[in-house]
């Protein structure tokens, strides 16, 4: 009678997807630019902040999120999906009431929702601190500080703030776009090139 051996063997699988936070910090940095020049009062909100909180804030942040939970990574998997996330839904609010599925929402209703994400954004921001990056964490403090200008807008109707709220979007934006470029720059170089 000849004995079955039992062969064990090990398959190590090597890691070969990109960074995805590049990808999800252009989708923040470039739709938080626009929108934030329409608060300063450049043009109005249109189609073209839709089409970009749908295709680049949205759908660009839920992939980078898909791919950073992939990757193992909690915090990228959970803020990229979120936010993405809150950028379909501003296109909704904007949409829907546009369609005449539902009427649009009340400033104090726009308020909470702002304020709630403004709350989210502050517990993510505690989470930044142990990345050891003050670019992410410049990030996270002005996005903190843009839903709750936004939120003191909506809940008062002081429309001097909101440009003041554009302005911090301005900033929001721009360092989201100087994190992910910088990314992207330090990894074509293989070294740092810009720092973060």
Known sequence: ????QEVITHVHVRDRTANPSPLGFTGLGLSAVLLSLSYIGLY???SMIVSMAIFLGGFAQVFA???AWKKGSVFGGTAF???GLFW????????MPSLGWI???EPLSLAAYLFLWGVYTFVMLIATLKLGSKAIMFVFVTLFLLFMLLAVVNATG???LLVIAGYVGL???LSALYTGLAEVLNDAYGRTVVPI
């Open 44 to 46: 109005p909100v249109d």
């Open 103 to 105: 009427e649009g929402p």
């Open 81 to 83: 999906c979120a936010f």
């Open 158 to 160: 002081n429309t001097g």
């Open 65 to 67: 999120g898909i791919m």
């Open 171 to 173: 900033i929001l934006g």
């Open 1 to 4: 009678m000849v004995e079955a």
């Open 88 to 95: 379909f839904s501003l296109a909704g609010l904007i949409l």
